[in-house]
């Protein structure tokens, strides 16, 4: 792999950027991996990576139906926080933050991470007690995070409607300030381009069919491509997890939904946070081109599909014109969805299930691209041990059945 | 805006709607084990394609079986559940 450096990319656009190298190389399926990843968004591509980074498992295959970083990786709005409430997920996503700080060092590829700072919105003196038990519970958890008062806030964000006959008046919120986006591409790219370089084979265009087992062990998989042989199988597959592990009568609490996103036509600079609403559940950023992006809640009506609905589309803009009038003039230039698991309580599925061999990385709802480091680190940690991280094993499978439920939702008073 | 079939009430707006569970998984009978009672509370499984679905028109508060693809959203049957 040529390493990229300031030198490089002078050099490159010296000459009219014309002769990059490709970023990592088109893989061709051999017949036996010592741990195959079925996924190749961030979460799958991620684990083919530290599996061979730390834990030196470099005979590994990651198979994407379509094109790397093209499901949920390439259709969520790109924020990354642990602002969460319950100290197991602050562990795991606090992990995923600490690794997103070095990413771009680590993988030698700018993931264009900019840490602008989170400000989670409050309208009443009820949830301003909500802000200051989650700012709490971040303090006692170790990560930065703390309650913002009315003046503040509303000098992070000026735009915000302070009228005198607005719906959703400021009254501050909880801060974060190491909360933030990052490019979306680049990390599923950066991560395909380590893991290329160590060996991985990253098959694109290649869907698994059926999952192989035999005498309760998994010994491969079914692909488009044909069979495949592993007795280490990781499923990284999101809104898909279900149609693969239930012809295997895996049980899993989940029900999948659209997740919708927007973006404004671009505008000059407006606003320099990331801002979540309790008020009207719409947040937003502003990208680095000047668009907004915008994200709201689940759509209500489960899906597989991918086109999203108009009484959410309705919900979030108008919660959005509430908070800031001033956009009202603003043109959406897209608008999309992604599907996502749902479990009942927001936390995700990482761990064991059915057959010896198969590890899980679903559940991550409408929040798995903020943990993709950690979802890697800690599905590769599974497939490379065969056992739990100390990080992963409150998030097995098996709370549905103690009842060790980590109800984020609950938790938390906010909408994942 | 999709219409939903209420079977009480006609075609009403999706709106008002609210989704409740996918239809089919029997309680336990008996004094059923942990797993049992684990899968009958939570095992969605979030059927791809035709699926039969309990859901609660808001407007009328009655549940109902919905049958619809969960693909591509089309609804093929709406059954009173009493």
């Given at each position: 792999?040529?390493?990229?450096?300031?030198?490089?990319?002078?050099?490159?656009?010296?000459?009219?950027?014309?002769?990059?190298?490709?970023?990592?190389?088109?893989g061709?399926?051999?017949?036996?991996?010592?741990?195959?990843?079925?996924?190749?968004?961030?979460?799958?591509?991620?684990?083919?990576?530290?599996l061979?980074?730390?834990?030196?498992?470099?005979?590994?295959?990651?198979?994407?139906?379509?094109?790397?970083?093209?499901?949920?990786?390439?259709r969520?709005?790109?924020?990354?926080?642990?602002?969460y409430?319950?100290?197991?997920?602050?562990?795991?996503y606090?992990?995923?933050?600490?690794l997103?700080?070095?990413?771009?060092?680590?993988?030698?590829?700018?993931?264009?991470l900019?840490?602008?700072?989170?400000?989670?919105?409050?309208?009443t003196?009820?949830?301003m007690?909500?802000?200051?038990r989650?700012?709490?519970?971040?303090?006692?958890?170790?990560?930065?995070?703390?309650?913002?008062?009315?003046?503040?806030?509303?000098?992070?964000?000026?735009?915000?409607?302070?009228?005198?006959?607005?719906?959703?008046?400021?009254?501050?919120?909880?801060?974060?300030?190491?909360?933030?986006?990052?490019?979306?591409d680049?990390?599923?790219?950066?991560?395909?381009?380590?893991?290329?370089?160590?060996g991985?084979?990253?098959?694109?265009?290649?869907?698994?069919?059926?999952?192989?087992?035999?005498?309760?062990c998994?010994?491969?998989?079914e692909?488009?491509?044909?069979?495949?042989k592993t007795?280490?199988?990781?499923l990284?597959?999101?809104g898909?997890?279900?149609?693969?592990?239930?012809p295997?009568?895996?049980s899993?609490?989940?029900?999948?939904?659209?997740?919708?996103?927007?973006?404004?036509?671009?505008?000059?600079?407006v606003?320099?946070?990331?801002?979540?609403?309790?008020?009207?559940?719409?947040?937003?950023?502003?990208s680095?081109k000047?668009?907004?992006?915008?994200?709201?809640?689940?759509?209500?009506v489960?899906t597989?599909g991918?086109?999203?609905?108009?009484p959410?589309?309705e919900?979030?803009?108008?919660g959005?014109?509430?908070?800031?009038?001033?956009?009202?003039?603003?043109k959406?230039?897209?608008?999309?969805?992604?599907?996502?698991?749902?479990?009942?309580?927001?936390s995700?599925?990482?761990?064991?299930?059915?057959?010896?061999?198969?590890?899980?990385?679903?559940?991550?709802?409408?929040?798995?691209?903020?943990a993709?480091?950690?979802?890697?680190?800690l599905?590769?940690?599974?497939l490379?041990?065969?056992?739990?991280?100390?990080?992963?094993?409150?998030?097995?499978?098996?709370r549905?059945?103690?009842?060790?439920?980590?109800d984020?939702?609950?938790?938390?008073?906010?909408?994942? | 805006?999709?219409?939903?079939?209420c079977?009480?009430?006609?075609?009403?707006?999706?709106?008002?709607?609210?989704?409740?569970?996918?239809a089919?998984?029997?309680?336990p009978?008996?004094?059923?084990?942990?797993v049992?009672?684990?899968?009958?509370?939570?095992?969605?499984?979030?059927?791809?394609?035709l699926?039969?679905?309990?859901?609660?028109?808001?407007t009328?508060?009655?549940?109902?079986l919905?049958?619809?693809?969960?693909?591509?959203?089309?609804i093929?049957?709406?059954?009173?559940l009493?």
């Open positions: 792999m040529k390493r990229h450096s300031a030198f490089t990319l002078a050099q490159q656009a010296l000459r009219g950027h014309k002769d990059w190298p490709q970023t990592w190389a088109k061709t399926l051999k017949p036996k991996y010592d741990a195959v990843v079925i996924g190749g968004g961030g979460h799958g591509l991620a684990t083919a990576y530290y061979a980074k730390t834990h030196g498992i470099t005979r590994v295959a990651v198979l994407e139906k379509g094109w790397i970083g093209g499901g949920n990786t390439g969520n709005t790109t924020v990354i926080r642990s602002n409430f319950y100290p197991e997920s602050v562990a795991l606090d992990l995923a933050l600490r997103y700080e070095g990413l771009s060092r680590e993988l030698n590829y700018n993931i264009m900019s840490q602008r700072g989170m400000l989670i919105a409050a309208h003196p009820a949830q007690e909500i802000c200051a989650i700012a709490n519970a971040m303090q006692i958890n170790g990560v930065d995070g703390r309650l913002m008062d009315a003046q503040e806030a509303t000098r992070r964000v000026p735009l915000a409607n302070q009228s005198a006959d607005a719906r959703y008046r400021l009254t501050g919120g909880i801060w974060q300030d190491r909360a933030g986006v990052a490019r979306h680049a990390v599923a790219w950066g991560y395909a381009r380590a893991a290329s370089a160590l991985v084979d990253i098959i694109e265009n290649c869907e698994v069919i059926d999952i192989i087992v035999e005498a309760g998994v010994t491969g998989v692909t488009t491509h044909g069979r495949v007795s280490a199988l990781g990284a597959t999101a898909a997890t279900t149609g693969l592990t239930a295997h009568g895996i899993l609490p989940i029900q999948t939904y659209a997740l919708q996103a927007f973006v404004s036509e671009p505008v000059k600079p606003l320099d946070t990331v801002l979540l609403y309790l008020g009207t559940g719409t947040y937003l950023s502003q680095d000047g668009e907004l992006v915008i994200g709201g809640g689940l759509d209500r489960p597989h991918k086109t999203g609905n108009l959410m589309q919900q979030i803009i108008s959005l014109l509430e908070m800031f009038p001033a956009f009202g003039q603003l959406l230039l897209r608008q999309w969805a992604g599907v996502v698991d749902v479990v009942p309580d927001s995700p599925i990482l761990g064991p299930a059915g057959p010896k061999g198969l590890f899980l990385n679903c559940g991550w709802g409408t929040g798995g691209f903020k993709i480091p950690a979802g890697g680190t599905l590769a940690h599974m490379a041990t065969g056992g739990h991280h100390d990080i992963s094993r409150p998030f097995d499978l098996t549905f059945i103690t009842g060790r439920l980590i984020e939702a609950a938790g938390s008073g906010i909408a994942h | 805006m999709q219409l939903f079939p079977p009480f009430c006609g075609l009403r707006a999706e709106a008002e709607f609210h989704f409740a569970t996918t089919g998984r029997a309680r009978e008996g004094a059923p084990d942990d049992a009672w684990a899968r009958y509370l939570y095992g969605e499984d979030a059927p791809k394609g699926t039969t679905e309990i859901w609660l028109h808001t009328c508060g009655e549940y109902f919905l049958t619809r693809n969960s693909l591509t959203r089309l093929t049957g709406s059954e009173a009493r």
